[in-house]
């Protein structure tokens, strides 16, 4: 049996209902309340696809385990239970037949057999027993009359979706809804960054001839001779009348000198720019097929594809 301190410490929680060997059945759902002992009595379970579809399970002897809840039920023993709407309460009548379905028997001992009140999961020690044989015998004599309807069960929580008025059913669980939703999958195709190389400036030194053209300048001799005469007879009889004698001039002349120095000349950096292609994608999809047969004949529902073996047998 679980305790209202369980049930609080579930509901803060997103956990499963998990069967005899620790298989999931499903998510949790709601918690329902007996109305006359305000213990947990009942706990919905979302079994359909997507969890569209819940199903009640009796708390009387499960058992709490982390976030997730123990029952002693099989994933198809819930999923085929009744179908209760999951609206706040249980009526009589409808808590009668889940109680039927999980092979429950009440018997008080006396004829008149008071049953059980709408919502109570549990009976004390001593007067009224619940005992879970499996059989699917009913309840004692309980059919119905002597079950009381001056209350309702309260749920704790807050349910996450209620069960709808169902047309067909689908043969691989529970009747569910009067469709067959059929799916496919979809390419979601986006882009994602990768390196491809890298790029990189090197600079390293060569040497080259360089040839210019450099004027330059060098001094020859000329003889220049000019006549005695009255302004430069002096300067000629200055010096002895015959006599041996030398007069030098140093002559000069220019040469190329070379000298180097280092002067800047450009910058150069490294730059990228964005270029668009289109490359094709190309990836296997599935997509289900649903075929109708009606006496022994099969005909498609038009779509193109697979041959409507994974069909979806859950309505959405």
Do not use: C
């Not at 209202?4 to 005899?20: K, R």
């Amino acid at each position: 049996m679980i305790s209202n301190q369980q049930v609080e410490g579930l509901m803060a929680g997103s956990g499963n209902v998990l069967g005899p060997n620790g298989d999931k059945i499903g998510s949790v759902g709601t918690f329902y309340l007996d109305d006359q002992t305000n213990e947990p009595a009942w706990v919905t379970v979302n079994t359909g696809l997507f969890g569209t579809n819940e199903s009640f399970v009796p708390l009387s002897e499960a058992t709490v385990e982390g976030v997730d809840v123990l029952v002693p039920y099989s994933k198809d023993e819930v999923k085929n239970s009744p179908q209760v709407e999951s609206d706040g309460s249980i009526s009589p009548e409808e808590e009668v037949t889940l109680y039927r379905y999980y092979g429950f028997t009440y018997d008080d001992g006396s004829a008149d057999t008071s049953g059980m009140g709408a919502g109570t999961g549990t009976m004390d020690a001593g007067t009224d027993t619940m005992t879970d044989d499996r059989t699917g015998a009913g309840m004692g004599s309980g059919d119905g009359s002597g079950i009381s309807d001056d209350s309702d069960i309260t749920r704790s929580g807050t349910s996450s979706g209620t069960s709808s008025g169902t047309v067909g059913r689908d043969t691989s669980g529970p009747t569910t809804d009067d469709a067959m939703t059929r799916s496919e999958e979809q390419l979601d195709v986006g882009t994602q960054s990768r390196q491809t190389g890298k790029a990189r400036l090197r600079k390293y030194v060569v040497t080259e001839n360089v040839t210019t053209e450099v004027p330059v300048t060098r001094e020859e001799v000329r003889v220049e001779r000019e006549p005695v005469t009255d302004a430069n007879v002096d300067s000629a009889m200055s010096g002895p009348e015959l006599s041996e004698e030398e007069h030098e001039v140093t002559l000069h002349a220019e040469e190329p000198v070379v000298t180097k120095k280092t002067v800047p000349v450009e910058r150069v950096r490294l730059d990228t720019e964005t270029v668009t292609d289109t490359e094709s994608v190309t990836e296997e999809v599935s997509k289900e097929q649903i075929d109708t047969d009606v006496d022994g004949t099969t005909r498609g529902s038009g779509h193109s594809g697979q041959d409507g073996s994974g069909a979806s047998g859950s309505g959405r």
